[in-house]
């Protein structure tokens, strides 16, 4: 009998999602049971836990959906390592149940909020979202989450609070990569007021129907379409409303190169490399680069927020 | 070391340094190379141009550490290999990642140090490979040695291309920035040595 450890799975051995629930049903269906199932498992699936309820939205239709691996296995996540195979292959002590979000700083409700409770702030949409990395490649996900405006909402914001600040687990125990100081743990990232009231600002729990992986942020995560993809905090334990505009982690370890708002803009070029385009995830060897959009292609919608500012000097 | 001997080492290195190619080809073929398959073929070859590189500036310290003159005769081949996974990496950037966009690789080439310092360290190795042949060496006499010093500003170059590339974790570029730190510091040690004597 051979049993695999996870570090002994390469990425191409791990069965996409879309293949693994045919058979999955196809074994249900052969009424072979358990075994198969098991031995389903052995071959380095992670055990899925499907999403009830939740409803599909216009978002992103017209989109060629990222595969479930490329999305679960090239991830920047530097709690895990800062290799894009490393998250994939590091989660395995990290625990998402129990969790909380403690709510904090200038609100009238500050309280702390279980995961269940804040699944259930909104009823579940999928939004399949453009997902555009700073390093200059993409992907297109199916998030499933709720608006952060249902929690903004219900933490009650005092006249003071002008920005949103969002900190992610540090757990040097269970995430090796805190236990070097790459980064400034933990993890922080900020949006304006405004900015996390904007419709398309969500706090995504799942992927492709299913309960969010360790590796892309669970149990909750804040996903921002029109930013560089590293705005959006993974594992997220404490919402804070504060009244000055945040150091993000980013920002702090190289302040020329990331700027608060960094939203997508392809004329503004990151220090080291251009942003003008882009590679989309799941293209082979000779598939090009496409044009970065403006505000990732969501300016109808967001370009608003931003009227009148000079988007040179706040990237 | 006997001369058969040494030429069975060269064909055996021969075909190692090859094996990083053979296995772009197979990891291609079958479909492994992941997610970002250009990034991996970027990333791939410029590793082994900068390993061949340090291996073939490793030959003179080691030959003086250990009295293994004997390395010598690796040392055209490991630099030309050096020169040929450069070409390859250029090759990846301006074809894959690229698609001979002449106007936005120059712009990048200008604009981004990193680039531009990978650049510059591949032109500055082609005249160490155009002038690698023995003629080469018998008709420029002295004169090779000095330009051959070349090498140097290559491997600085090419290590800071590595090194500001990197967006935050710069433990693998430091690695080659150390080896290569100690490789001069070997040689300076020698010839400072030398210079006494």
Redesign the interface.
Known sequence: MLIGRPSDI???EITPATVFRKRRALIKAAGLGTMMAWSGLSLGEEPKTKIQDYSKSSYGQEEKLTSY??IT??NNF?EFG?G??QPAENVGQFKTTPWTVSIEGEVLKPRKLGIEELMKLAPLEERIYRMRCV?G?SMVIPWVGIPLSSLVKLAQPTGNAKFVELISAADPATMPGVR?P??DWPYVEALRLDEAMHSLTILAVGLYGEILPAQNGAPVRLVVPWKYGFKGGKSIVRIRFVEKMPQTTWMR??PREYGFYANVNPTV?H????Q??E?R?????????TPTLMFNGYADQVAQLYAGMDLRKHF | MAPTSIAWIKRGIFLLALGPLIRLFWL?F??????????F?EHSTGTWALVALLLSLAVTPLRLLFNMGWLVSLRRMLGLFMFFYACLHFLAYLW????FDWA?IG??II?????LVGFLALILSIPLAVTSTDAMIRKLKRRWKTLHLLAYPVAILGVLHYL??V???ISQPLIYALILFILLLIRLYYRLKLRRV
């Open positions: 390469t990425a191409s691996r490329d296995t090239y530097y800062t894009k195979e390093e490649w070097a790459i980064l370890a190289a070029d220090p080291r490399w251009s003008a385009s590679r995830i799941g293209g082979n060897v000779f598939s090009r680069r | 291609g079958t479909d492994q190379l992941g997610a970002n398959p250009v990034e073929i894959l990642d690229h698609w936005g712009a990048d604009k981004h140090p990193y680039v500001w590339l967006k935050k974790d």
